[in-house]
Each structure stands twice: as structure tokens, then as C-alpha cells.
């Protein structure tokens, strides 16, 4: 059973940074699974906004390349998501997952929220 915990969220300024972290845990295969970020806003679907696969091929969504960095660290098991240049429909819960064996696994999510 693989657990996901992120943090790293919070309150920031237009413009401002913020770095979300999701260690995982729970599985033998983590270090070959994609692991994903994704985020959902207030009356809006949950989009994918990055992913990074066991190998280190990463994929962004259009709005937040070059702002955005997705990045891992397999010997502890955990994904970062470096997050520059804050706009305000940024704003959103975000959540990491893995899908490991047929079984999509999320996070408890995090709120970033980009308001002055």
C-alpha cells in the first residue's frame, strides 16, 4: 500500500515561490514509478500540471513551463515541485500521485493559495 504525504503549501504573494515535497512510501517500486503533480482548483477539474518517470523525463503543463520544476530524489523516495513566478490562477489544492500496479495512489493534497 503506498502513502503519499506532501507539504510545502501555503499562503504567497504574486510573484513569490513556493517548493512542495511528497515523500512516498509503501512500495519496493517507487524509484521506477512517474510520479505526478496534480492540482485542482475551486470549481474546476483536477488537471495534471507535472510529472517526472523513474528515469527522469519530466512533463509540464503549458501554463506553468519555466515557472515550474518537478524534480526527485529516489533514495528518499520523495518528489519536489518548485514553483516560481506565482500567479494568482495558481491557486488551487494540490496533490501528488504514483500509479503503481493498476491502483492510482494520491496524497492528502496541499492548498496553495497566490493572493496580495
Known amino acids: 500500500q503506498v502513502q503519499l504525504l506532501e507539504s510545502g503549501g501555503g499562503l504567497v504573494q504574486p510573484g513569490g515561490s513556493l517548493r512542495l515535497s511528497c515523500a512516498a512510501s509503501?512500495?519496493?517500486?517507487?524509484?521506477?514509478?512517474?510520479m505526478a503533480w496534480y492540482r485542482q482548483a475551486p470549481g474546476k477539474q483536477r488537471e495534471l500540471v507535472a510529472d517526472?518517470?523513474?528515469?527522469?523525463?519530466?512533463y509540464y503543463k503549458d501554463s506553468v513551463k519555466g515557472r515550474f520544476t518537478v524534480s526527485r530524489d529516489n533514495a528518499k523516495g520523495t518528489t519536489y515541485l518548485q514553483m516560481n513566478s506565482l500567479k494568482a490562477e495558481d491557486t488551487a489544492v494540490y496533490y501528488c500521485?504514483?500509479?503503481?500496479?493498476?491502483?492510482?495512489?494520491w496524497g492528502q493534497g496541499t492548498q496553495v493559495t497566490v493572493s496580495s
Open positions: 500521485s504514483i500509479h503503481d500496479r493498476g491502483t492510482d495512489y
Open positions: 509503501g512500495s519496493t517500486l517507487i524509484r521506477f514509478l512517474t
Open positions: 517526472i518517470t523513474g528515469g527522469g523525463s519530466t
